[in-house]
């Protein structure tokens, strides 16, 4: 496991911009899957984005194709989420996640499989 340090979030309006970090503490292999989760009141959380670190492979969560990035950062061992294009229902709680993938290139998108976690941080969008 590692230690995730997550933070940046704030509110913002309908169609502005925000970034996300989120720091790791600890050795990262090359196997980790390391991304994004978001849970919003009253809803499962859910994957937005995901980064296998040995090949830079991403998953991105169809509702924020186009709008939303993900960038690492190593000399710092940081994670970005650069959101752009913010709708009101991108309101939620962002959680940083990690685990150790078991298969090459392959991120889960089920938060079961993640063993590291960040303490969140809010994103409210105002419409």
């Known amino acids: 496991q590692v230690r995730l340090v997550d933070s940046g979030g704030g509110s913002v309006q309908a169609g502005g911009s925000l970034r996300l970090s989120c720091v790791a503490f600890?050795?990262?292999?090359?196997?980790?899957?390391m991304g994004w989760f978001r849970q919003a009141p009253g809803k499962e959380r859910e994957r937005v984005v995901t980064?296998?670190?040995?090949?830079?492979?991403?998953y991105y969560a169809d509702f924020v194709k186009g709008r939303f990035t993900i960038s690492r950062e190593l000399s710092t061992n940081t994670l970005h989420l650069q959101m752009n294009s913010l709708k009101p229902e991108d309101t939620a709680m962002y959680y940083c996640a990690a685990y150790r993938s078991r298969r090459d290139s392959y991120c889960s998108d089920d938060p079961r499989d993640f063993d590291s976690w960040g303490q969140g941080t809010q994103l409210t969008v105002s419409s």
């Open positions: 600890g050795y990262l292999y090359n196997n980790y899957c």
């Open positions: 980064l296998y670190t040995g090949t830079g492979t991403t």
